[in-house]
């Protein structure tokens, strides 16, 4: 493969100018060296890719997901959160090796045929994820060519124990299901977490380990702040569920007497290391902690909807400073991972939380926060842009599809009108991953097969798990929704007032 790669004639993406000018672009080990005008000289022996007739745009972050969830895309609708905390660590128990990898490649291959180059993994095992299988995990990614941080989630309370008053809430026979054995032991799981870091073999441009405490509430004190210590030393980024459901942002307010958020915050833990997936249920002073720290938020609105969380103020976040990213979430609480579904959720969110659209998100905001927001937050500064310097991660939508037919504003279209069938061509490096509209390497038939056994050996496994947690599910329930049923000072299903005095020059038109 030669040095050089020069892509010719294609439509290139000027997402704030709402434009896409042809552009050429010459690419050498991987970088991008130049972008210039139609006609940029080639440098002896090098590839040319014949990009006329298509639209490039910088691959696409998932800021949040669940790799290891992709065999139970599908399986149950009407799953809310508090169900889906409660029945899944049955239903993903006895996964072999082997299904790891199956689980991880499979969303992997998923995104890179969606456009997608870079995922933000909180991955898991049972009661923590071995280094063994953190490495198989990481090597599917190497294996479908994206980019990943791979964050397991670390927890040592049990769901049970972080709702406070739940376990003593349910009658004997439902208490003497469940386990009350306090959770994993929290200097083991930093003990393999630090062993993990230590130890990693993968090359770090493209598959790292970050470091996930799963939900704050589920973890005691030691654990977050040894996992805070962990990223610092090995200079790596964190990222936790924070403010997801309203039943737990009560819950963290009964436990500490403020915010989920604002506890992490006093424990030190906030920085530019540290993201928040979901934040549906943040006030302006847990928005404001974020932003003065540098810190992101994983905005997962396909998830929120899927799992009846509510809608984040995306447009609050923007406008006090926070790093934006968007995220799909896992397959097995959003179904897919594509992002461009994700894109168009986010600005549909957006509308219907208030109606002065001038508050909406526009497109160029949502491509911004899919593609350089989600490199800031995952800590992957050589990409998120098709610049000089960065790497050559780039996607070709073909023009030749009814969703561009006519090219009107390109970054409107690619945010509410394309839906991942113009997806050509992936690149990550300069090399392709995706081609004509197939991945290089992953035989999909095969997949399917195994696919369908390692769902039959799971769900066989783990049968008797599953029928346990099953009885509990009406009883765990009701006691969520007992908490939901409390005031918080942030609700989100409440209409809110236009904020027509926040955009520059909108107040005076407004009290006109």
């Not at 397991?152 to 049990?158: E, K």
Request: net charge negative.
């Amino acid at each position: 493969m030669s040095e050089y790669i020069l892509i010719r004639g294609g439509r290139l993406l000027d997402a704030p100018g709402r434009a896409a000018p042809l552009k050429d672009i010459l690419v050498k080990d991987g970088a991008i060296l130049e972008i210039g005008d139609p006609g940029l000289a080639a440098p002896e022996g090098a590839e040319i890719v014949d990009a006329s007739r298509h639209l490039l745009h910088p691959g696409l972050v998932n800021g949040h997901t669940h790799g290891s969830g992709a065999l139970l895309r599908g399986f149950r609708d009407r799953f809310n959160l508090e169900l889906l905390l409660l029945v899944l660590p049955a239903r993903f128990s006895n996964q072999t090796l082997q299904i790891k990898y199956l689980n991880t490649y499979l969303g992997a291959v998923e995104m890179a045929l969606k456009g997608c180059t870079l995922a933000y993994d909180l991955t898991f095992g049972l009661p923590v994820a071995s280094i063994e299988e953190l490495v198989v995990m990481g090597q599917a990614y190497r294996d479908a060519g994206i980019r990943a941080v791979m964050a397991p989630m670390l927890a040592d309370t049990s769901f049970y124990a972080a709702q406070p008053g739940l376990v003593d809430s349910l009658p004997p026979e439902l208490r003497a299901l469940i386990s009350q054995d306090g959770g994993a032991d929290t200097a083991e799981i930093l003990r393999l977490m630090e062993e993990a870091l230590k130890t990693w073999p993968h090359d770090r441009d493209h598959v790292k380990l970050g470091v996930a405490p799963t939900i704050p509430t589920h973890c005691s004190d030691e654990l977050l702040r040894g996992s805070d210590r962990l990223v610092r030393d090995y200079d790596t980024v964190m990222q936790s569920h924070i403010g997801e459901a309203k039943y737990q942002v009560v819950a963290a307010e009964q436990r500490y007497g403020k915010s989920m958020l604002a506890h992490v915050d006093d424990l030190g833990l906030i920085g530019s290391h540290f993201s928040v997936a979901h934040g549906i249920w943040l006030d302006d002073d847990d928005m404001k902690r974020l932003a003065d720290k540098g810190a992101s938020i994983s905005h997962n609105p396909g998830s929120n909807m899927r799992l009846g969380s509510g809608i984040a103020d995306s447009r609050r976040m923007l406008e006090l400073g926070v790093n934006l990213a968007i995220g799909t979430d896992g397959p097995a609480s959003s179904d897919n991972q594509n992002m461009y579904e994700a894109m168009r959720a986010a600005a549909q969110v957006s509308f219907v939380r208030q109606p002065d659209n001038r508050l909406w998100l526009t497109a160029p905001e949502i491509l911004h926060a899919a593609t350089k927001g989600g490199a800031r937050m995952a800590g992957f500064s050589h990409v998120g842009a098709i610049e000089v310097g960065k790497r050559a991660d780039i996607v070709f939508l073909t023009l030749d599809h009814p969703n561009w037919m006519p090219i009107n504003d390109p970054a409107s279209q690619i945010v509410f009108t394309e839906d991942a069938t113009a997806v050509r061509h992936v690149m990550v490096d300069g090399r392709f991953i995706v081609r004509d509209g197939r991945h290089v390497s992953a035989d999909l038939p095969k997949l399917a097969h195994e696919a369908e056994a390692a769902r039959d050996h799971m769900a066989s496994a783990n049968a008797s798990a599953t029928a346990t947690v099953a009885k509990l599910e009406d009883a765990v329930s009701a006691f969520c929704l007992g908490l939901s049923s409390k005031p918080y000072r942030v609700e989100r299903y409440a209409a809110f007032p236009c904020r027509c005095e926040t955009p520059s020059g909108f107040a005076a038109e407004a009290a006109g």
